[in-house]
């Protein structure tokens, strides 16, 4: 027998076929081969730059006067959307792009209508990832769509912390609130791991710590919302903890209170996030309408809770990967 | 057919609290309605000669609420209005105490009387949304299962605690009356008069600072006619009163034109205090709470019983708006007209500078 003669015979040999390669897909919008630039469009006039200002005065004192008059919408939540787009996300943009320099992928995940519950890991001291994610919903989503975020009561007992945390649209962590803000068709965005995961060692970056008793599975299976997993890297290195002082924290009624490189020993100071590399990637949607009457049942939840868990954990591997230096371009 | 008779308007209807606004207002209405035989008016004080006119169809009974006990079972009753709930301490009828001796013991008394009537079908109690309590855990939004989750520090909030409470035992005792707990958002309208209104209608007012509270209201009249029909037709449960959306506290001192002047929260109660004590301003407890949590409720349920969808918070706030415009400072108006004045200035300035620019 020759060596064909003997492959032939192997079983399922002779129709074997190297696997197709798959579709190239866009990540972040850019293609790989150059696209031809788009075609100018004339601009008929070229508008007069002292008009530009003038709109731009008028623009900004109307929106003052609306701003003093109260001439404006809050709902039940105190989400204050018109603040929200003039003011907090320009701002939050700067961070976003500038100094993080954060890239988005699966943007395509979120549904243009529709609630959703996006759960992410939590990380870096201070909840700027919570913020992060909020601009990178808002500033890639082509709807420019708003993300809920559901915080611990520890922020809401806070003054002045409160206030802009409900103005920017932000609630209680609760089943009744993130059920009614689902089954009103918003996008959500809770992290599970709480202060287990802000408040984690550097030693620790991107070890996904315990989901609790998995409350946001249950409120997404009564209202039958998506879960969208998200993975953030980027926000482990912002203010990488040292060392936590536990007495000290005890004293002042907060979770932890870190040591990082830079805070407490140069005050103020210490507060600027390092410079980073963000990556942020919205995994596949896991639907669960068909769950809904399981939303009580310990073990359905538990399971859904570990599918996500793994899910977040698996993506921020291959996100760490991409990024191979922390602080590079 | 007992059904049938469930279901008509009770002929004999005691209502508490008369010598007050809203109960007169209430009381009137009911004498006004002809399917409504007699209206009985119950209250420990004599009605103000302002209201005397709206109570000339009412009988009054002028009794205390341990006197009340007799009164409700001989009149025969069919339905009891209790609406002899006090919000806020009265610093001229006894401040504090009576306020408690009225609101706890009142109702106590009331409500035993109530169940000991043969005749009675129905009862309507006054609550607020206080009932909620206040807690940095509550939910945003309060439906009308909400458990409050810590005892509220205003002595309103914890007085409306224990007559809920009353009216869960009546409601165990005499599973057969058909009884309508009523949580009220505040009032608010052109003419109310209650500590919130007074609080609104100052030209600088005094907030917390860093809490911005998530504000609801109900207008008078709305709450007038959900009364009016809880008592006519058959709604038993609780109901929250409020209307829908929300104003926050800043909106709300900006919508009416008014200055606010944050203050820290401590600063607040103990000035407020201070105030109370000398006689000037009823900022309590009960306010403080509210300005530091806010409290907005759910009325989906109001609105599917009673189908009556009460005017929005921002609507009935307007309204009051109307009726306070003297006192405020920074209106709508006068930022639009400030808004056009330098919007005119910078077109001038730009003409004077072009024009100057062709004749240099």
Redesign the interface.
Known sequence: MSQDEYHKALPGHANFALPKEKPYKPLNGKRPIPEKPAPVVEEAPAPDP?DVW?QR??GG??F??R????????????F?RELNDSVFQPMLRVLYRDWFRTEVFGVENIPDTGGGLIVGNHSGTLALDALMLTTALHDKHPLQRHLRLLGA?LV????????LA??AGA??A?N??AE?LMSEGELVGVFPEGFKGIGKRYSERYKLQRFGRGGFVSAALRTGTPITPVAIVGAEEIYPILADLKPLARLLGIPYFPVTPTFPWLGPLGLVPLPSKWLIEFCEPIPTAHLTEYADDPMVVYNLADQVRETIQATLHTLLEKRPDPFGR | MVSSEAAAPPRVVVVTGVSRFLGARVASRLAADPRVDRVIGLDPHEPPPALAGLLADVELIQADARAATGVVADLGAEAVVHLAVTSAPDPQHGGRAAMKEQNVIGTMQLLAAAQSAGRLRKLVVRSSTAAYGASFRDPAVFTEETEPRAVPRGSFARDILDIEGYVRGFRRRRPGVAATVLRFAPFISETADTTLTRYFAQPMVPTVLGRDARLQFVHVDDALEILHRSVIEDHPGTFNVAGAGVLALSQAVRRAGRISVPLPEGTLSSLAAVARSVGVGQIGLDQVDLFVHGRVVDTTRLVKEFGFTPRTTAAAFDDFIKGHSNGSSLTADRLEAAERAILDGVRQLRAAASSGGVES
Not at chain 1, 67 to 78: C, K, P, S, T
Not at chain 1, 156 to 163: A, D, K, N, T, Y
């Open positions: 002292v003038d005065v008028a004192l109307a003052l006067r701003r003093l008059a109260g001439a404006y919408d809050v709902d039940e939540f105190g204050d009561d809401f007992r806070m003054p002045v912390l409160s206030e409900r103005k609630t209680v609760c009744p609130d009614r």
